[in-house]
């Protein structure tokens, strides 16, 4: 029997708490260790290799702490350095081991949801520069048609807690008028940014109420309910005693002011160092 430890989530921030919180509720007798690279934060602007890099080191000091599992709750992770890591990495430091992400999950049921095949993806520039939305998606719905919107300022205005502010409006409306021009005929909106429920409130009251908004959290919970069910010896390495706990590259008072309005409820973090 090998020894039991926490899920790990990972994200270069913030935002991949949006996904933990759904993951609790969902599977809430696990036990999560969560990591925010804050001190490298932003992770959307940066390139490919770099974001490999930087998500490597995040898995590795996971497995450290004991995790056979890591979701990278983290679209730009995901999208520029996932299949690296499953395909390069993974088989040399140890193939019994698994690292998700939150691309794949979304992808393979975003075609329920649209009745007119034209699907949004608002996103950071990095995952829509990545193409790994339109890439996946066809190959579980090939008949949809994908328009991408790259929204830089969204995240900024979440962190800096202007998500519910006046300020935010502009912005919002810019970048939806911006995707919906691109054909009028789109329906479903997916959030392909974990910071972006936090701005849903505001997203919904400036598109269309006939257009369906999905948020990621929820998929990507369900989604690793079922792949632990059919994973049963991946599953029992898990640890099962409801504890949560959160890790942070910087400072812990920011983190913990901050990541309170992402999680839902009070954060109380630790500093690490990956090395």
Same mark, same amino acid.
């Given at each position: ?102 691309? &794949?999950?979304?992808? +393979?049921? !975003?075609?329920? =949801?649209? @009745? ?10 990095? %995952? ?60 479903t909106v997916l959030l392909a940014c974990t ?41 029992? &390495?898990?640890?099962? +005693?409801? !504890?949560?706990? =959160?890790? @942070? ?10 990541? %309170? ?15």
């Amino acid at each position: 029997m090998q020894e039991q430890g926490p899920i790990g989530v990972f994200d270069s921030g913030y935002g991949g708490l949006t996904v933990l919180k759904e993951i609790v509720k969902v599977l809430p007798s696990y036990s999560y260790l969560y990591l925010g690279d804050n001190a490298r934060a932003p992770y959307g602007t940066r390139s490919f290799e770099t974001v490999y890099q930087y998500t490597l080191e995040c898995v590795n000091w996971f497995f450290k702490q004991g995790c056979s599992l890591v979701i990278l709750a983290c679209n730009t992770a995901s999208a520029k350095a996932l299949r690296t890591i499953q395909q390069n990495d993974l088989p040399n430091i140890d193939p019994t081991k698994r690292v998700l992400g939150v691309i &794949r999950p979304t992808t +393979e049921v !975003i075609g329920n =949801f649209t @009745t007119s095949n034209c699907v949004g993806v608002l996103g950071t520039n990095g %995952t829509v520069q990545s193409q790994s939305y339109p890439i996946e998606i066809a190959k579980f719905f090939p008949e949809l048609q994908i328009f991408q919107e790259a929204c830089p300022m969204w995240v900024p205005l979440v962190e800096n807690n202007e998500f519910d502010k006046p300020g935010a409006d502009y912005f919002v409306q810019y970048h939806l008028t911006h995707l919906l021009k691109q054909n009028t005929s789109i329906d479903t909106v997916l959030l392909a940014c974990t910071h972006y429920p936090l701005l849903l409130e505001k997203i919904k009251a400036f598109l269309p109420a006939e257009i369906t908004v999905l948020s990621q959290g929820e998929i990507v919970a369900n989604s690793l309910e079922d792949y632990l069910q059919r994973h049963t010896a991946l599953a029992a &390495r898990c640890k099962k +005693e409801g !504890i949560i706990q =959160f890790y @942070t590259t910087d400072s812990t008072e920011d983190f913990d002011s901050k990541a %309170t309005i992402f999680f839902g409820k009070p954060v109380q973090s630790i500093h690490t160092e990956l090395h």
